[in-house]
């Protein structure tokens, strides 16, 4: 009788556990955008948010939904991607809104202008949606006609979630370059860690594709470098190449 009640909480441990684990793999990812966009709303200032970051995450979790469709992986991580693409939309629309307040004597820009000078910064909320969705219906109709390629549809999630873990080696680079992390934030940059450690793991125990645990290894490298770069600069400290703004980088988890 004692064994079964073990048992009993054994499995109801188990599945709390597992929900715990999915509910932080769904929304973890978003919590670093969460201060950003306060801090955009209240300042009206969105020049220490790069909208690029979420031209990248836009890219990666798109195409991580169409990898789903030729080779099965766990429900939370396509929930995750679906926040990711929300929360980017969000992003877009709040810098989008206060570039337009701030700017106004600037001659609008739009995506169907076709002008490679101006790409990913137009003037409305709409340009973004219909870039986004004109890339979505492109991918996914290149997915639809190669989807029995096992090399596409490998090369297709490693595209995804490679891009992704690239995020950080624009902060990697920059600091180099300035040979300081002078305006950078540690505690953002712990949580990158903590979060790609958490999600890497994830990926190795629920046995996601190969493509997953590889790039989230490359991702914890990437964090553990600028982590690196923190300790040795403020070791032995270089003289900063001076700048007039700072240009805030954001990931992931």
């Known amino acids: 009788m004692d064994e079964v009640v073990m048992d009993q909480i054994m499995?109801?441990?188990?599945?709390?556990?597992?929900w715990i684990a999915s509910v932080?793999?769904?929304?973890g990812g978003v919590v670093p955008y969460i201060p950003q966009y306060r801090d955009i709303r209240r300042t009206q200032n969105a020049e220490g948010f790069s909208t690029y970051v979420c031209l990248v995450l836009l890219v990666a979790n798109i195409l991580r939904i169409l990898f789903r469709f030729g080779r099965y992986f766990e429900t939370p991580l396509l929930w995750q991607s679906i926040i990711m693409i929300i929360t980017m939309l969000i992003m877009l629309n709040l810098c989008t809104s206060v570039r337009m307040v701030t700017e106004l004597n600037t001659k609008r820009r739009s995506f169907t202008d076709f002008d490679w000078t101006h790409f990913w910064f137009w003037s409305h909320f709409v340009d973004y949606l219909q870039c986004v969705l004109a890339f979505t219906v492109l991918a996914t109709y290149v997915t639809y006609l190669l989807l029995d390629s096992v090399l596409f549809v490998e090369s297709l999630g490693f595209l995804a979630v490679f891009t992704e873990a690239m995020l950080g080696t624009p902060q990697l680079y920059c600091n180099y370059q300035n040979k300081s992390t002078e305006g950078m934030s540690i505690k953002m940059v712990l949580m990158w860690t903590s979060g790609d450690t958490f999600k890497t793991g994830y990926f190795l125990l629920t046995q996601a594709p190969m493509q997953f645990w590889i790039c989230g290894l490359l991702q914890v490298c990437v964090d553990f470098a600028i982590l690196f770069q923190v300790y040795y600069y403020s070791l032995y400290p270089q003289k900063p190449i001076s700048h007039t703004t700072h240009t805030t980088c954001a990931k992931a988890l």
């Not at 499995?11 to 597992?18: A, D, E, F, I, L």
């Not at 932080?24 to 929304?27: D, E, P, Q, R």
């Open 11 to 18: 499995y109801v441990g188990h599945q709390v556990v597992s």
């Open 24 to 27: 932080a793999i769904i929304f």
